[in-house]
């Protein structure tokens, strides 16, 4: 990064707090919910994940950019994020192959980025206050007209952000040729991520990505094996038609996965609520126990609302029942409808960046694809 491309710049928190820094990106302010992430790698997932769409992103460990770019690493079309701040971003590349650095993947794609904040103090007061709206700008942005930018800022709380970031168009990936074709999974895509696409395509099965908005005769035509729901950002309670066509699916008997929005998405179908949480769970180090085996699972994550519960049952879904629950905060990680093949985690089981405990998921949702095929035939 050159002296020209960097300039004194701060992030201004809706609450007020200031935090100062070196900024890169464009020359106007930038506008987005604050949130932290504690994965210790992963930056490349973390900046393409359309999770983090209307989110500055501020990452919890010191150092970015050690091991560069890496082109297999992308999440999706394009980066998401509306800001990043660091403490440290490596100008060079320490270990292994890369495609460029960081600095140069920012700077190519205008991320606007806060270098050398205090992301300790940061963190723990996003923490401590809660996720918040803030503006990333430089010191050419005067703070009135930042906080004027600031107010203009939607909440998170009632934003459908879904929409913004599924594919415009259908498109379709096909499996090796030496896998064999299994059968076709039907993805809404309400912010996928690559890595969930490829562990299906290892099993053998056909995706088609479809927009979050398809008719449900339109998905119903397609006669798929399953529909996976996808991850993505926003507000589960905003998201519109979600309800009617995840319920007219599971009525005509198609088995459901769901994780991170298309969890809470299902949980809303079958007559749960969704709330936000203070500051979301972000990272990849949550434990999560498995009600069935008794496991800890250690997970990834990227949501900050979650199902509402009472006494231990999934509050106006008698259907459903917990399956895995958060061991730092008790809220609910997992659930399943007691009768259909619906299923669903609150969590990123396809760990892009994170831990691969439960990477399981993905072959129990074929299992039960196949399970449901057999039966049809019988």
């Known amino acids: 990064m050159s002296d020209r491309q960097a300039r004194p710049g701060y992030l ?32 490349h997932e973390v900046l393409t994940d359309p999770s983090f769409a209307a989110q500055i992103v501020v990452m919890t460990a010191p150092m970015q950019g050690v091991y560069g770019i890496r082109d297999p690493d992308v999440q999706s079309r394009r980066p998401w994020v509306a800001g990043f701040i660091v403490r440290h971003l490596s100008q060079e590349v320490g270990s292994g192959p890369a495609d460029s650095t960081l600095p140069e993947y920012l700077a190519s794609h205008g991320i606007p980025t806060l ?63 030496d ?10 895509d309400y912010g996928v991520k690559t890595r969930s696409l490829d562990l299906f395509l290892r099993e053998g099965y056909r ?27 926003g507000d589960p309670e905003a998201v519109p038609g979600a309800v009617d066509r995840i319920r007219a699916l599971s009525d005509a008997g198609i088995p459901l996965f769901g ?16 709330y936000k949480l203070p500051y979301g769970h972000r990272g990849g180090n949550h434990p999560v126990l498995n009600y069935a085996t008794g ?49 669903a985690v609150q969590y990123h089981p396809e760990s892009a960046p994170g831990p691969h405990d439960s990477r399981y998921l993905f072959n ?15």
């Open 179 to 188: 896998v064999g074709v299994q059968g076709l999974v039907l993805c809404l």
């Open 115 to 177: 270098i050398g904040a205090d992301t300790r103090a940061l963190t723990r007061h996003i923490r401590d206050a809660g996720a918040m709206r803030a503006v990333l700008a430089h010191d050419g942005i005067e703070p009135g007209r930042a906080a004027e930018r600031l107010a203009a800022e939607p909440e998170m709380s009632g934003r459908d952000l879904a929409t913004t970031v599924s594919t415009p168009e259908p498109y379709e990936l096909q499996p090796s040729p």
């Open 12 to 43: 201004l928190l809706e609450d007020g707090r200031r935090f100062d820094g070196t900024y890169q990106g464009p020359e106007t302010e930038t506008a987005g919910e604050a949130v932290f992430t504690t994965v210790m790698t992963g930056y």
């Open 295 to 343: 496991a800890v699972e250690i997970t990834s994550q990227n949501h900050g609302f979650a199902v509402l519960e009472k006494d231990g049952r999934i509050e106006g879904a008698d259907a459903m029942e917990v399956t895995h629950r958060n061991l730092n905060d008790g809220t609910v990680e997992g659930l399943a409808h007691c009768e259909r093949p619906v299923f």
């Open 364 to 378: 129990r949702f074929v299992e039960t694809m196949r399970e449901s095929a057999a039966s049809a035939t019988r």
């Open 207 to 233: 995706v088609r990505v479809v927009p979050c908005q398809t008719g449900v005769n339109e998905l119903l035509d397609a006669r798929p094996n399953g529909v996976f729901l996808s991850n993505g950002p």
């Open 259 to 274: 994780i991170c929005l298309g969890h809470q998405l299902i949980a809303r179908a079958f007559g749960a609520r969704n």
